[in-house]
């Protein structure tokens, strides 16, 4: 009984709601810019999280009163943060910056955009116990199929190694994040059963010189399978379309994704779709500063 109540009462604990107050100063000057934009995407990711939030122009009475931004902080009397975005001179000078975040710091902890501010700010003087880093959030937005080119004939000899086209499809953990389009003959037989699964893929079997440069200009890859010990010619038109290319390696143009075998090409696949800010979201940002306020 004594577990199940300890575990009750933590429960409970965590669960908090607290009374957030965003102090938004471009709300005071009739502004709409991205500290407006940061303040209403905060409001509504804590609003999400069970929070009660409001955004002002001044400090107001609160659990916490955050302010976007530092230069503009004016003590609330209670527990206050700042968001530090960056400390490079404009209408101010990094001096001026500096000093003014020495000062904010007296009554509020800064939260800064990059660990490389902090570490300058604590580098000319400013409090290490008074910092913290919360990388940015980007914004919902949709990301589209990376576009895969595939520029040429199959033949009867399999001399364009076809199957490890097969196998690749095979191995895509997500087939949806992927569109192949295809310009050649022979490939029918090969992606009928790979559309029946479900590969988004769009195929023109003969060569059209005006299809064969809008795919050259509207892809992410090119992809080429084949193994001769001589240049394609969709590697050289890709590197001039600077589209980067996927094959094996060439002695005479370096390829940016270069495979000795399917292991290797699969590889490229699953990492060419990974995404270095997918859980930079606004609810991670918001959940980060919440341990902030929380611990602080």
């Given amino acids: 009984m004594l577990v ?53 122009d001044k400090p107001k009475k ?22 530090i975005t960056h400390i490079t001179g404009d209408m101010y000078t990094e001096k001026e910056k500096i000093q003014r975040i020495k000062d904010t710091l007296k009554t509020s902890i800064g939260i800064c955009f990059s660990k490389g501010v902090k570490d300058l700010l604590v580098s000319e003087g400013c409090p290490k116990e008074k910092l913290e880093v919360v990388l940015p959030a980007h914004d919902d937005l949709d990301v589209r199929p990376r576009i895969i080119a595939i520029c040429t004939n199959l033949y009867p000899d399999g001399r364009k190694r076809e199957e490890m086209f097969t196998k690749l499809i095979h191995s895509l953990s997500d087939q949806k994040k992927y569109t192949f389009r295809i310009m ?73 994704f270069p495979f000795t075998n399917q292991k290797e090409l699969n590889k490229i696949f699953s990492e060419i779709i990974k995404n270095p800010v997918e859980s930079w979201t606004w609810e991670n940002y918001c959940k980060a500063h919440i341990k902030i306020w929380e611990r602080k």
């Fill in 184 to 256: 050649g003959k022979g490939w029918m037989k090969i992606l009928d059963p790979l559309v029946k699964e479900g590969v988004q893929v769009q195929l023109v079997n003969d060569f059209s010189g005006d299809f064969y440069r809008e795919l050259l200009n509207t892809s992410d890859y090119l992809l080429y399978t084949g193994g001769e010990n001589c240049l394609a010619q969709s590697i050289i038109d890709a590197k001039h379309c600077h589209v980067k290319v996927i094959a094996p390696p060439q002695e005479d143009l370096k390829v940016e």
């Fill in 62 to 83: 609160a659990d916490i009163n955050h302010h976007i931004n530092y230069y503009a902080y004016k003590p609330s009397g209670g527990k206050d943060t700042t968001m």
């Fill in 4 to 56: 199940i109540s300890f575990l009750i009462i933590q429960s409970t604990r965590d669960m908090k709601t607290l009374q957030i107050n965003i102090v938004n100063y471009e709300q005071g000057m009739g502004i709409d810019g991205i500290l407006t934009k940061y303040s209403k995407e905060m409001e509504r990711a804590l609003i999400d999280l069970g929070h009660d939030v409001e955004i002002s």
